[in-house]
């Protein structure tokens, strides 16, 4: 006898959940999958995809600057937001509407409503007022930006309302120097608008290798990108389309816009958990076990709900992993060691394993090489950007544990030396490994000497 209307309901179309929803109803396990917003998530809708398109129209500004060392000439530049945001949102468009019908195909349920949890295996839809009956509920609401609580908040944008500005700002401040924060400074700058990065600590992208924080705060610095540190926001003031920024510091910034990236929150609130007695943590994020499972055992979590490492592919694999534990007897933790990232600054950072500093705590003797080079096409074009690359290796077994790059293409670098990391690479390999000339990732293979700090 069937006891319950579905065997899974999946609480968010993001990542994680569409993920989950469309591998288990493959399998042929009754899902349903309700969504209040769009289906694709913060990474389709309002993250990573809508990014790296306004990355790529902020570079080309820079691209046509730079082919005039190539003999084009490009007079008569002109930038059009009204067109990137139209053609943007059409592209999310279609990439949305992949995210519900891969699920459907697969023979899925899809409810594009706002779900709450009522019982431990209830799930009512909001706007529907019906309440239905799952065997396993997965939450996998992802995580909402935060802004800080100081008076005129309300003028404030966030990254949610970035992609869709009416007009671009003359100048724009944006508070925080995390990835979004400092990936955003590149892009508005790119686009012609004067940025202000406000934050509140000494140094850029906290957790990054040292190195490349400092290098790459240099090259925004110098591209006209204005970092102010130790400072942060006490109040914003709005007088007709004007606002202000009153600091921590007393001073006065007058902008068009004001943006925070100041951390993210999980999506756990008013969702009917904490009532059910599952665990959340301090921030309300939901504590999962190594197999998904919250504290009430017929609900489960994945992705940036349970705040361990916020990214898509993370949040994918989660949702992958929960699938193989839960309905394919294959219970496998996923690896989150030689994890790569990105920052899509310009230039961008691509990173994989341990930064300098991590090493030099984990390891009894860490070797240091590093390479700092005007990158090829650079050279006509004029521009003084030189790139970094940074190779971190563990004296003892002359593995490679960590590898940093500041420079063009760095992320698509990451992407594959995280394959040699993963596979315990040593130095030797990377040594014997032959160069491919003319490119920037040569000088992986091809640095010899050990870095000696100075004096
Ligand atoms: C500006 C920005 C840039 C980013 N760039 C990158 C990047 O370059 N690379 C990268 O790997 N990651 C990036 N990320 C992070 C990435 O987007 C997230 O890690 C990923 O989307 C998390 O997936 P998820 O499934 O956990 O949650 P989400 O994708 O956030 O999906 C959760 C979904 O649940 C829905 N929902 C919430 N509550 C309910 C409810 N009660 N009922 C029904 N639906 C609900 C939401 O509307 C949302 O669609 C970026 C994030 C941001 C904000």
């Not at 290798?209 to 204005?226: P, S, V």
């Not at 940036?304 to 933790?333: C, S």
């Not at 990451?414 to 160069?435: E, M, N, V, Y």
Request: glycine share 10%; net charge neutral.
């Amino acid at each position: 006898m069937v006891k319950f209307d579905y065997d899974l309901f999946v609480i968010g179309g993001g990542s994680g959940g569409v993920r989950a929803a469309r591998l288990a109803a493959g399998l042929g396990v009754r899902t349903a999958i309700a969504e209040e917003y769009r289906f694709g998530g913060t990474c389709v809708i309002r993250g990573c995809v809508p990014k790296k398109l306004f990355v790529y129209a902020s570079e080309l500004g820079h691209a046509i600057d730079d082919a005039r060392g190539y003999g084009w000439t490009t007079a008569g530049k002109r930038f059009d937001w009204k067109t990137l945001i139209a053609n943007k949102d059409a592209e999310i468009e279609r990439l949305g509407k992949l995210y519900s019908s891969g699920v459907e195909k697969a023979g899925g349920t899809v409810f594009h409503d706002r779900a709450e949890v009522v019982g431990p295996h209830q799930v009512k839809l909001a706007g529907q007022a019906r309440t239905l009956s799952a065997e396993r509920i997965l939450i996998a609401t992802g995580g909402h930006p935060f802004i800080p609580e100081i008076p005129g908040r309300e003028h404030s944008i966030t990254s949610n309302e970035a992609f869709h500005l009416d007009a671009l700002p003359e100048k724009i401040v944006i508070v925080g120097a995390g990835y979004i924060a400092v990936e955003f400074a590149c892009i508005f700058h790119g686009l012609g608008v004067e940025v202000e990065l406000l934050y509140r600590g000494g140094e850029i992208l906290r957790g990054f290798d040292h190195d490349l924080r400092h290098a790459l705060a240099e090259i925004m610095t110098a591209q006209g990108i204005k970092i102010t540190y130790n400072t942060e926001p006490a109040a914003i003031e709005k007088a007709g389309d004007r606002l202000s920024v009153i600091t921590t510091r007393d001073t006065r910034i007058a902008c068009g816009t004001i943006m925070f990236a100041t951390g993210r929150r999980p999506n756990t609130i008013g969702l009917g958990l904490q009532k059910l007695g599952v665990k959340c943590g301090w921030n309300g994020r939901v504590m999962v076990d190594d197999w998904y499972r919250s504290s009430v055992p017929s609900i489960y979590a994945v992705g940036d709900v349970t705040d361990r490492v916020n990214l898509t592919p993370v949040a994918i694999r989660d949702g992958v992993a929960f699938i193989e534990a839960n309905y394919k007897n294959n219970p496998k933790p996923v690896d989150l060691a030689y994890l790569p990232t990105a920052v899509f600054s310009q230039p961008e950072i691509g990173t994989v394993g341990y930064t300098e500093e991590h090493a030099r705590e984990m390891f009894r003797a860490v070797d240091i090489y590093k390479s700092s080079f005007r990158p090829l096409k650079n050279t006509l074009s004029g521009r003084p950007e030189r790139t970094l690359m940074k190779l971190v290796v563990d004296a003892e077994t002359d593995k490679v544990v960590g590898a940093h790059i500041l420079g063009p293409d760095a992320a698509e670098m990451a992407q594959l030396i995280a394959i040699s990391l993963k596979l315990g690479a040593r130095k030797a390999d990377f040594d014997a490994t032959i160069a491919l000339h003319p490119t920037a990732a040569e000088e992986l293979v091809t640095m010899r000497e050990k870095w000696q700090p100075a004096g």
